[in-house]
């Protein structure tokens, strides 16, 4: 029996685990444990992907959420450790660059529990995004690590990552974009409720924190957004930290529709159903190539390359007006005839290399 503990606390962990988790129930002679490290807590943010998506109860919640880097990573560290030694897994499985990965990361290799990272090898080559240090050290740690794209392979291996490490599996974000694509059509009213209609539209999301973090940039991002909203509506549904900071800095826009964050169903809709996305989110540029939408990415640089590089995902610089930007991409035809993220199955072949590897450990 291999025993997987899993560790998951931000949201698009929950997106991406939910699909590896459906596999491991499907599987014979695996068993998981899930730790919810708390870093993503309102209901909102975390159980509402739980539910939708038939993601098990986690079997521990830390309750860490909010506080500082170092107050937040160094606790979730203490108390993952403890879980580790309760539990004994045969491996644990991190996903993705967040607080909560580096901590699982850390925490289990000072324990000698093989790490197994999904989601690896991705840069910005910005060493200012806390990301960019979570999964560079997490790489560096991790036993396995499971990449969705050919970038992150060569990332890995320019960093000297021994590549017998390293599988190129796609993505498991992919696997739930088609997943969960009927269920909601079916299930999601989210473009009835907010009155919208084919194109009409643009989708916009901002949480990183060198979008949030400082009041010109974050006043500049809303008031561009709020002057492309006088053409097109603008759904904005506000992340915690965006809403904290609007309100701290005290950014007035009268025409941008806020909303609250949306179940992963209803993203699902509205990304379907609108004209472009304007984000900051990783998982967000991949979602909007899954649904054939163009997307502006606001910031000067992405993980993401080969999206950019194929002329669907446009990035944003200082040099040039959001409008300006919207304007020339809104007139662009997207090429959409290459799938860089697998065939929908990366969650299957990394539970049978996880099987592979670690049956007898
Ligand atoms: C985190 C990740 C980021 C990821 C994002 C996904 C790190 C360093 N950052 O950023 O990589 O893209 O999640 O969304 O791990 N908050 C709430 N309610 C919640 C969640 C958060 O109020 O349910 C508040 C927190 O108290 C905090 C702020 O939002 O004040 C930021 O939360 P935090 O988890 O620290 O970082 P994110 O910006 O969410
Ligand atoms: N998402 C969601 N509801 C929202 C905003 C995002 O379900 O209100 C989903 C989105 O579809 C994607 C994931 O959350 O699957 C991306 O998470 P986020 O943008 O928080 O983090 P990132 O991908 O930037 O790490």
């Not at 609250?260 to 991949?286: F, H």
């Not at 990035?315 to 993220?341: A, F, H």
Request: glycine residues 6%; neutral net charge; proline residues 3%.
């Amino acid at each position: 029996m291999i025993k997987i503990l899993t560790i998951i606390g931000a949201r698009p962990q929950f997106i991406k685990a939910a699909t590896i988790s459906r596999v491991i129930r499907n599987t014979e002679n695996i068993l998981e444990i899930i730790v919810h490290t708390g870093q993503h807590y309102d209901d909102n943010m975390s159980k509402i992907f739980f539910e939708e998506m038939d993601i098990p109860e986690p079997h521990y919640n830390l309750g860490i959420g909010g506080g500082k880097h170092g107050q937040q990573t160094g606790d979730m560290l203490i108390n993952i450790e403890k879980v580790l030694i309760e539990e004994k897994p045969t491996v644990t499985i991190v996903y993705g660059d967040t607080n909560s990965t580096i901590a699982g990361a850390l925490a289990a290799t000072k324990l000698q529990i093989p790490v197994v990272h999904i989601e690896a090898g991705l840069r910005s080559f910005n060493k200012k995004m806390p990301e960019e240090v979570n999964r560079i050290m997490t790489d560096h740690i991790s036993d396995k690590l499971f990449t969705s794209t050919d970038a992150a392979i060569e990332n890995l291996k320019k960093e000297g990552i021994c590549t017998t490490k390293i599988s190129k599996v796609g993505d498991v974000m992919y696997d739930a974009a088609l997943f969960y694509k009927e269920k909601a059509v079916r299930n999601s009213k989210i473009i009835e409720e907010l009155n919208l209609a084919n194109n009409d539209f643009v989708l916009a999301t901002v949480h990183r924190a060198e979008n949030t973090d400082t009041k010109e940039r974050l006043s500049r991002i809303i008031h561009e957004l709020d002057k492309i909203s006088k053409k097109i509506n603008v759904i904005f549904p506000l992340h915690p930290r965006t809403k904290q900071k609007i309100e701290e800095y005290k950014i007035i826009t009268k025409n941008i529709t806020f909303i609250n964050p949306v179940g992963y169903i209803d993203m699902v809709m509205l990304e379907r159903t609108c004209k472009m996305i304007m984000t900051d989110s990783g998982g967000m540029q991949k979602e909007a190539f899954f649904h054939k939408k163009p997307c502006i990415t606001l910031r000067s640089e992405t993980e993401w390359v080969e999206l950019v590089e194929s002329g669907c995902n446009f990035l944003w610089t200082d040099e040039i007006s959001l409008m300006d930007l919207y304007d020339k991409v809104i007139v662009t035809e997207l090429d959409l005839s290459r799938n860089y993220y697998g065939d929908g199955n990366a969650a299957s072949l990394i539970i049978g290399k996880v099987i592979s590897t670690y049956k007898y450990r």
